[in-house]
């Protein structure tokens, strides 16, 4: 019957192409878990939880043929098939399309006798011989209908209340795994989205950083030929005004250097295997740190899949927070250690300083937050959010809790490489 084919509004075929699209279902359609219709065969380690759905519905209803369709603004596209080949019709040869908006289970013992679908070329031998017929819409959460899954024979048949229940179950899990690939894509964009936004980031703060660095070093170098200045007498009001601006100054240019290094975190990681214990050694050797057993800082080893220039500056950050944080009661300790399973490797680095409150531990990890403790180093409250931006960078967190004893330990996951 292709004039009395069940169709919908154009304005509500547009919206259907719309919600089709964000499900990845559309043919030719980048990201989609799916293959197009009219590939290659797969081989039976590669089929999809799809492709097994189907044959199990095929199986527990007893007939030699099952089909998950989609049904687009003009087209029915069996994105899985078991005992056929997935194939594609005009949306008015459709069985399904006839009956999937009703929303409801259509089950018809011999398709020949009922006036929908006598005429169909599917049941005529124009395409095919369907005589059984089953047919569960494929409907999700906010109500809308993306095709069927169908159960069909060349022979009639009488489907037990079992088989039909079991058919709106295999159903429902369809509709589970085509959500799980919506909520796929629509993490993707969300990830391309922030790629692109932090590559804008690095290019202002580039830019930013750029145009303010020079009127700024050039006011460093005045200030340093004026402390330097035989003429200037240390006791001169001008000699405490210059040590200020100075001062001043050089907080703003190191601010300006975190500023830059926060937001070039996440770009393009070139990972490598990587010794743990090397590169503390390497952040270690850059502060004038003592490094080794007995030291003031020692470390496990361990061989983490990591970039290395970031593994350092996140490592170099933290040791610079040890030491700007440490207790006036003990001397400093730091300890790097790590303990890998099958979900990766965490790295705890734990020191013995003044440690940080359970009520300000998220917090501090937030970008240009500063505890303003007395007796505490100068920073830009950027530390942190650095380290913490460069382990997510990587799949994996950084998370703060106590060190037994006293101080902070800092928390770092890095998933395991498959």
């Known amino acids: ?59 527990l209803c007893r007939v030699p043929y099952s089909v998950v369709n989609v049904i687009t603004a003009d087209q029915q596209r069996q994105i899985a098939a078991s005992g056929v080949e997935p194939g594609v019709c005009s949306r008015e040869d459709s069985m399904c399309a006839r009956v999937f908006l009703a929303r409801e289970t259509t089950v018809v013992r011999d398709a020949s006798g009922d006036p929908r679908f006598a005429n169909n070329p599917f049941v005529t031998g124009e395409i095919a011989r369907v ?39 295999l159903a429902q899990q369809a509709v589970e795994l085509l959500e799980l690939q919506h909520r796929t894509l629509q993490l993707n964009v969300a990830l391309d989205e922030v790629r692109r936004s932090n590559a804008k980031l690095g290019e202002f703060a580039g830019r930013v950083s750029h145009d303010l660095r020079i009127p700024l ?21 001008a000699a405490e005004y210059l040590q200020l601006i100075g001062s001043s100054g050089r907080r703003m240019l190191a601010m300006l250097e975190d500023v830059l290094d926060y937001s070039k975190v996440g770009g393009a990681l070139h990972q490598q295997p990587v010794s743990l214990r090397e590169a ?77 409150r359970p009520e300000d531990r998220e917090r501090v990890l937030e970008p240009l937050v500063r505890l303003h403790r007395e007796g505490d180093g100068q920073g830009s409250g950027l530390g942190l959010a650095t380290c913490r931006r460069i382990a997510q960078a990587h799949g994996g967190d950084l998370t703060l809790t106590e060190t037994l004893g006293g101080g902070t330990t800092v928390v770092l996951t890095f998933p395991a490489v498959l």
Request: negative net charge.
């Open 131 to 169: 005589r059984y017929y089953a047919s569960v819409p494929l409907v999700t959460a906010s109500g809308f209908v993306l095709g069927s899954l169908c159960v069909f024979s060349d022979r009639p048949a009488d489907p037990d209340p079992e088989q039909i229940a079991m058919l709106e179950l």
């Open 280 to 356: 503390v050694s390497d952040a270690a050797r850059d502060l004038g740190i003592p490094f080794g057993s007995g030291a003031m800082l020692d470390s496990d080893d361990a061989r983490l899949q990591a970039d290395p220039l970031q593994l350092r500056a996140l490592l170099q950050n933290l040791l610079s927070n040890a030491l700007n944080y440490r207790s006036p009661e003990r001397p400093l300790e730091i300890r790097v250690t790590a303990a890998s399973n099958y979900h990766g490797t965490a790295v705890l680095v734990a020191d013995n300083g003044k440690g940080i």
């Open 217 to 237: 070093t050039t006011i460093l170098g005045y200030v340093e030929l004026g402390e330097d200045d035989p003429d200037m007498p240390p006791e001169h009001p």
């Open 1 to 59: 019957m292709k004039g009395a084919s069940a169709r919908t509004l154009p304005e509500q075929d547009i919206d259907r192409q719309a919600v089709l699209k964000a499900y990845g279902l559309l043919p030719g359609q980048e990201g989609t878990a799916f293959p197009p219709v009219g590939g290659t065969a797969r081989a039976d380690t590669a089929r999809t939880a799809l492709d097994n759905l189907v044959d199990l519905a095929a199986k």
